[in-house]
């Protein structure tokens, strides 16, 4: 037996109120309307759903337990309806989201942050500290549905937008003679064994460019995958490193951050799937480009050095 929802409405109004009129003006009906309506879902049921006197309205046993069920399915059905809205309008469900490396500190808690704020229903996950490579083998294996990566690095099935681009920075041992410097040059980091990110990674491409158009070659002691532990061989002493600017959010003892003359700049761009059109996408896509808008507005390096001066 299918009932509907009006007939739920209209049945929980009335034993809510005890009174049709009461009840029928507060639905917009005509009592009579209202009473008919009444009457035929009790047919509809084969019992008595309410007892009715001049004075009063009484709920039966079967009324009662019609009551409280009618009450559930409506809130239910309303929670339904605002969820698909808010699953439509792209602010509730879960969202999968990668961040290539140093954005996993300098970007990534300001989206999750921002997040919170504008979508708080969104239900994120979040994986950092992977490079460009990975991050579209994930794409493409659906086990992330945005990216922030470096570079646009093309493939099929994948969309793929360059919302800025950042300088890059020195990361040095706190025993390098080059912390003395304000900002160095490619001359200063020629011949210097480096640390670095994998052969396959936008960064190391980025260094190889950068010292080859001063006709040098890095010189690498040992490769890294993630910044953290990047950063770790740096406070080691076993090496210095071109980092993205965002870098500099991972602050670590033993570990200096200089500007570079002239510096490579490398582009951070969002990918996702060519046939997701999800709102939730789409919102995430434009939280990401304000906050990353903001994260390299000002490069941190010169910042930091700023307030060193000034103090």
């Given at each position: 037996?299918?009932?509907?929802?009006?007939?739920?409405?209209?049945f929980?109004?009335?034993?809510?109120?005890?009174?049709?009129?009461?009840?029928?003006?507060?639905l917009?009906?005509?009592?009579?309307?209202?009473?008919q309506?009444?009457?035929?879902?009790?047919?509809?049921?084969?019992?008595?759903?309410?007892?009715?006197?001049?004075r009063?309205?009484t709920?039966?046993?079967?009324?009662?337990?019609?009551?409280?069920?009618?009450?559930?399915?409506?809130?239910?059905?309303?929670?339904?309806?605002?969820?698909?809205?808010?699953?439509?309008s792209?602010?509730?469900?879960?969202?999968?989201?990668?961040?290539?490396?140093?954005?996993t500190?300098?970007?990534?808690?300001?989206?999750?942050?921002?997040?919170?704020?504008?979508?708080?229903?969104?239900?994120?996950?979040?994986?950092?500290?992977?490079?460009?490579?990975?991050?579209?083998?994930?794409?493409?294996?659906?086990?992330v549905?945005?990216?922030?990566?470096?570079?646009?690095?093309?493939?099929?099935g994948?969309?793929?937008?360059?919302?800025?681009s950042?300088?890059?920075?020195a990361?040095?041992?706190?025993?390098?003679?080059?912390?003395?410097?304000?900002?160095?040059?490619?001359?200063?980091?020629?011949?210097?064994?480096?640390?670095?990110?994998?052969?396959?990674s936008?960064?190391?491409?980025?260094?190889?460019?950068?010292?080859?158009?001063?006709?040098r070659?890095?010189?690498?002691?040992?490769?890294?995958?993630?910044?953290?532990?990047?950063?770790?061989?740096i406070?080691a002493?076993l090496?210095?490193?071109?980092?993205?600017g965002?870098?500099?959010?991972?602050?670590i003892?033993?570990?200096?951050?200089?500007?570079?003359?002239?510096?490579?700049?490398?582009?951070l761009?969002?990918?996702?799937r060519?046939?997701?059109?999800?709102?939730?996408?789409?919102?995430?896509?434009?939280?990401?480009?304000?906050?990353?808008?903001?994260a390299?507005?000002?490069?941190p390096?010169?910042?930091?050095?700023?307030?060193?001066?000034?103090?």
């Amino acid at each position: 037996m299918m009932l509907e929802t009006r007939q739920l409405q209209n049945f929980a109004m009335v034993a809510r109120e005890r009174h049709f009129g009461r009840a029928a003006e507060r639905l917009g009906l005509a009592q009579p309307y209202l009473s008919q309506q009444i009457r035929k879902l009790e047919r509809q049921l084969g019992t008595t759903l309410l007892h009715r006197t001049t004075r009063s309205v009484t709920v039966t046993p079967a009324g009662a337990h019609l009551l409280e069920e009618a009450e559930r399915v409506l809130a239910e059905l309303d929670t339904l309806g605002t969820e698909v809205g808010l699953i439509g309008s792209g602010l509730q469900g879960p969202l999968r989201l990668g961040f290539t490396g140093s954005t996993t500190y300098g970007v990534m808690p300001q989206v999750v942050r921002r997040t919170a704020a504008l979508a708080p229903r969104l239900q994120l996950s979040v994986s950092g500290e992977m490079i460009t490579p990975q991050l579209v083998t994930q794409l493409l294996d659906r086990t992330v549905d945005i990216a922030l990566l470096r570079g646009t690095t093309p493939a099929t099935g994948l969309e793929c937008q360059t919302i800025g681009s950042e300088p890059c920075i020195a990361a040095l041992p706190s025993d390098s003679d080059l912390v003395e410097a304000e900002a160095i040059t490619a001359a200063d980091i020629s011949g210097r064994v480096l640390v670095g990110y994998p052969e396959t990674s936008v960064m190391s491409t980025t260094t190889a460019n950068f010292l080859g158009a001063h006709h040098r070659t890095p010189d690498y002691a040992i490769r890294a995958s993630q910044t953290s532990t990047l950063m770790s061989l740096i406070a080691a002493g076993l090496g210095m490193a071109i980092v993205p600017g965002t870098a500099s959010a991972l602050a670590i003892p033993g570990v200096e951050f200089r500007t570079i003359v002239d510096a490579p700049r490398t582009e951070l761009a969002l990918a996702r799937r060519a046939d997701d059109d999800s709102r939730a996408t789409e919102r995430m896509t434009a939280i990401i480009t304000e906050v990353v808008a903001a994260a390299i507005a000002e490069p941190p390096v010169a910042a930091a050095i700023a307030e060193e001066d000034a103090s």
